[in-house]
């Protein structure tokens, strides 16, 4: 157990729309980040924040949108929802940057039918 | 961004059997970390090793920073070592960890 918790384990919705997911840093921890992975595209980075800042960002769309609340705990939302957003999410956190050792949550496995 | 090449792409063993993962990448890194994806999908951090050797059970690792790549190697291998193995390293001047493509270990009893 990584100490990342995500909500829910498993999702499945319709295409256009609108969906939320949630992670809980370890204990201790001010960096959290968002991982896609599909099939076609591998496991890619979405977006890192740091104590309530947006820190990075990759490869994500713009229909998705994240933030960090106070608390340090992490959602991600997804809207417009289509058959390609099929994939598992995963959050991971660290210490504090991303020269840290990322530890990552079991995932959000996200169908969009 | 950095590319990540990762050899072979699928391995298959017996059980007992030894292994090295290769894994080699473009650009001088801040950070590289192992992970294990095992058959439910959950990601488990292997090594944390930007550079040098660590051990840590049937399972060390290497990176040459210099020559930039890192080994995983596995010895006295179990069923239960099957699934992917990533490499992500985290280039110098990047925030982010980029996955290789993985390699697939299937250790046959």
């Known amino acids: 157990d990584s100490g990342v918790t995500q909500t829910p384990k498993h999702l499945i919705t319709a295409t256009g729309q609108r969906v939320t997911l949630r992670c809980s840093p370890r204990?201790?921890?001010?960096?959290v980040y968002w991982y896609q992975q599909s099939l076609d595209q591998g496991l890619q980075f979405l977006i890192q924040?740091?104590?309530?800042?947006?820190?990075a960002k990759g490869n994500i769309l713009e229909r998705f949108s994240a933030q960090q609340f106070p608390d340090l705990h992490s959602e991600l939302n997804l809207s417009s929802l289509e058959l390609g957003d099929s994939a598992l999410y995963f959050c991971?956190?660290?210490?504090?940057?991303?020269?840290?050792?990322?530890?990552f949550g079991p995932g959000t496995r996200l169908t969009v039918l | 961004g950095i590319q990540v090449e990762q050899s072979p792409p699928d391995l298959i063993l017996q059980e007992g059997a030894n292994s090295t993962l290769r894994c080699n990448f473009s650009?001088?890194?801040?950070?590289l970390q192992w992970f294990h994806q095992n058959p439910w999908g959950q990601l488990i951090n292997l090594f944390y090793i930007p550079s040098g050797t660590k051990q840590n059970g049937r399972l060390s690792a290497t990176t040459v920073a210099t020559e930039r790549y890192s080994l995983l190697y596995i010895s006295s291998s179990q069923t239960t070592d099957s699934g992917v193995y990533f490499c992500?390293?985290?280039?110098?001047?990047?925030?982010?960890?980029?996955f290789g493509a993985g390699t697939t270990v299937t250790v046959r009893a």
């Open positions: 924040y740091y104590n309530g800042e947006e820190r």
């Open positions: 650009d001088s890194v801040n950070n």
């Open positions: 991971a956190s660290s210490a504090a940057g991303s020269t840290d050792t990322q530890y």
């Open positions: 204990s201790g921890d001010l960096s």
């Open positions: 992500a390293p985290q280039a110098s001047n990047d925030y982010k960890l980029s």
